[in-house]
């Protein structure tokens, strides 16, 4: 089983905080946008025949900013050139303030069973001070349009200005609504962005207090019945994103449009982030690629136990030793000595201890020193 995901990179205003490909004055060039997408999954349809696609994930950008017609056809296109399962998992990304019910209703008739709310924060003021075009209202009125159906909400953290208090009030407000899933990201300051001059001015929450938010956060999902699967992401029970899953899985996945990852056959190639030379090179009928790197043994071996590492599961030792050859346990015995305060291990798995796992890179570092 494989992923397919789908770049769009087109949205109403620019978030404080977005690193992300994403352009709020180009919404006129969707239509010409989305065509060369449908080209560029048929100039892939030869190579990629032989897999079974379980998952599609439509993000941006926000995907619902553009007409539903182009997500119909997108669908259609990706049925047309590749092998989806029959139960696929088709998501896409939505913003509240960008949906209505005739758009989710076509939504669900092409085949989307999944949705992702960007909600954030449940507080106005927060909302307003990271540049998003939505309040608590819209997100409320937008859930109720997805009422019954599998949706999660986005909710960030480390926010200026923001309290424990207001985040278990998103998450409660985020679980009254009915999500399934809730994905809880910490802010990260990039440079470029504009929340990086708060960060330089020292207006946002340090190490420590993040991580008071994260603990804060979790109680407040664990109390509400939400299990924590990765360290960002949580679900009700049989509802983990399946898509997200086999990214932490080591899994393949092929991405289209500008900016978009893909993992086949141990080579991780991205598409240009430039919507221009993505338009060029796909109007010229060649690929936008422009980072290609063959993932050696070694480097297969890291990248597993880094991304298996980040969930509650850990890593699975007798497959480990299927995928690798060798026995986890004696091969990396010195770092299980040096870490057994904050490692669980059994005989079928190795994982960081829960209270742990929101600083899981100052472990998992310890593997690759």
Known sequence: MAGIYVHIPFCKSKCSYCDFASFPDKLCYAESYMACVYREMAKRKDEL???????????????????????????????????????????????????????????????????????????????????????????????????????????????????????????????????????????????GTPVYTDYLNGELPDGDEVAALYEAGLKKLRALGYERYEVSNFCKKGRQSRHNLNYWDRGEYIGFGVSASSHINNVRFTNTFDLDEYFKCILSDNFAVVDSEKIDEEGREEEYIMLRLRTAAGIDLAKFKSLFGADFKAKYSAQMKKLSGSLDADEKTVKIKDEYLFVQNSVIVEFFD
């Not at 960007?118 to 009125?141: C, E, P, T, V």
Request: with cysteine.
């Open 49 to 191: 025949k032989g897999y079974e696609f379980d998952t599609l994930y439509i993000g941006g950008g926000t995907p619902s900013v553009i007409d539903e017609k182009y997500v119909a056809m997108l669908l259609a296109s990706a049925r047309k050139n590749f092998k989806l399962s029959e139960n696929a998992e088709i998501t896409i990304e939505v913003n509240p303030g960008t949906v209505s019910a005739g758009k989710i209703a076509l939504y669900k008739k092409c085949g989307v069973n999944r949705f992702s709310v960007g909600l954030q924060a449940a507080q106005d003021n927060l909302l307003a001070d990271l540049g998003r075009i939505h309040n608590l209202k819209d997100f409320l009125s937008c859930a109720k349009l997805l009422k019954g159906e599998n949706f999660s909400a986005d909710v960030m953290f480390g926010l200026k200005n923001q309290t424990a208090a207001d985040l278990e009030k998103t998450i409660e407000i985020a679980a009254e609504a009915g999500a399934s899933h809730i994905s809880a990201y910490a802010l990260t300051p990039e440079d």
